[in-house]
């Protein structure tokens, strides 16, 4: 069983930047894929970047490149997300996930545990 600990988001000015983390529990954090999703009121939960295991390799679909970052402590058990120039339409509930079974998942149905969710507001 993997828990996974999103304390942070916030409220933030448009152009300003923010940095989720997500925290995992047990001692395997690093044989898992850890990912990052949202989704804002009345939208589909919206893909926004994953890591591998060891965290040399890292996929953003191209709306999310240039100004998310993720990277991973696994000394730490810990995921970040660094949003940068963000905008209004960034405003949704993050999610981290962790998927025990795929190294390159896409897709939520790859991700086995979910964090509870974090809200990130956007101001204009």
């Known amino acids: 069983q993997v828990q996974l600990v999103e304390p942070g988001g916030g409220l933030v000015q448009a152009g300003g930047s923010l940095r989720l983390s997500c925290a995992a529990s047990g001692r395997t954090f690093g044989t898992y894929t850890m990912g990052w999703f949202r989704q804002a009121p009345g939208k589909e939960r919206e893909f926004v970047s994953r890591i591998n295991r060891s965290g040399l390799s890292t996929y953003y679909p191209d709306s999310m490149k240039g100004r998310f970052t993720i990277s991973r402590d696994n000394a730490k058990n810990t995921v970040y997300l660094q949003m940068n120039s963000l905008k209004p339409e960034d405003t949704a509930v993050y999610y981290c996930?962790?998927?025990?079974?795929?190294?390159?998942?896409?897709?939520?149905?790859?991700?086995?545990?979910w964090g509870q969710g974090t809200q990130v507001t956007v101001s204009s």
């Open positions: 996930a962790a998927s025990t079974t795929y190294e390159f998942p896409l897709k939520s149905n790859d991700y086995n545990y």
